[in-house]
Each structure stands twice: as structure tokens, then as C-alpha cells.
């Protein structure tokens, strides 16, 4: 049931960060204002990368992946397969969340409305192109 939860939050996820980059390039190549909605929309990105990290979290740790990474992790380390799903999955996730984190937290310093929209375009982008990078397809299409 976790598990599902959190490949479902994944579609939700990744539509909001496809909005949230696309909005904010949109609305800075022509000159828009800031708004208190694309805060809101960069903030509803940043809960959800956030929330799904954590299901992450309890999905991981609560896997046989896990285990099988603390009893053989050269095992693990060899399968390419394995190799994705116990270490490059959860560590290429985490560095997007913190891509994103690092975004939402930037652009708020800033006080040129065109700036605040690059920051989210580029630090989000960053935080999409990691997530896409490590999925694991093949399970994510299949369940």
C-alpha cells in the first residue's frame, strides 16, 4: 500500500514540477510579476518533493533492499538492477529534493521578480532531471 502511494505521489510530483518550471520561465521570459499564486505553486512543489521523500524513506527502509544491502552490499553493489533500486534511487532522490529545497529557499531572498522565477526554473529543472535520471521504470510502469 506504501509503495503505491508513493509511485502515485511520483505522477503528482512530477506533473507539479513540470508546471512549476514551465510557469516560471513562461512568466520570466515575459516579464511577469511574482505573484503570491507562483509562490503557491512553488510551494506545493516543495511539499510534495518533501512528502514523497519521506515515503521514500518508509518505503526503503522498510524493503528488502535495505536488508539486502546491509547483509551483502558488494552483492548489491554488482547487480545492476539492485544497484539502482537500494543506492542510486534513494541517493539521486534525495540530492533532487535537496535541488528543489534549495530553490524554493533561494528564490525567496531575492527581490527581482524575473530572478526569483529563474531560480525556481533552474533549481527545479536540476531537481527533475535527477528524479527522472533514477526512476525504475521498468517496475514504476509495470505496478
Do not use: C
Not at 506545493?44 to 533492499?65: D, E, K, N, P
Amino acid at each position: 500500500m506504501l509503495l503505491m502511494f508513493h509511485s502515485l505521489l511520483a505522477f503528482a510530483l512530477l506533473a507539479l514540477l513540470i508546471a512549476s518550471i514551465v510557469k516560471s520561465l513562461l512568466s520570466a521570459q515575459n516579464n511577469k510579476p511574482f505573484l503570491e499564486t507562483d509562490r503557491k505553486v512553488a510551494l506545493f512543489t516543495l511539499i510534495a518533493a518533501h512528502t514523497q521523500l519521506l515515503l521514500g524513506f518508509l518505503v526503503y527502509f522498510t524493503s528488502t533492499y535495505f536488508d539486502m544491502l546491509k547483509d551483502d552490499a558488494k552483492a548489491v553493489m554488482a547487480d545492476k538492477a539492485l544497484r539502482l533500486l537500494a543506492v542510486e534511487h534513494p541517493f539521486t532522490n534525495i540530492l533532487a529534493v535537496v535541488m528543489i529545497t534549495i530553490g524554493f529557499a533561494a528564490h525567496k531572498k531575492l527581490t527581482e521578480d524575473k530572478a526569483k522565477f529563474m531560480k525556481i526554473a533552474t533549481f527545479y529543472g536540476l531537481g527533475l532531471i535527477l528524479l527522472l535520471s533514477r526512476i525504475p521504470w521498468n517496475q514504476w510502469m509495470a505496478g
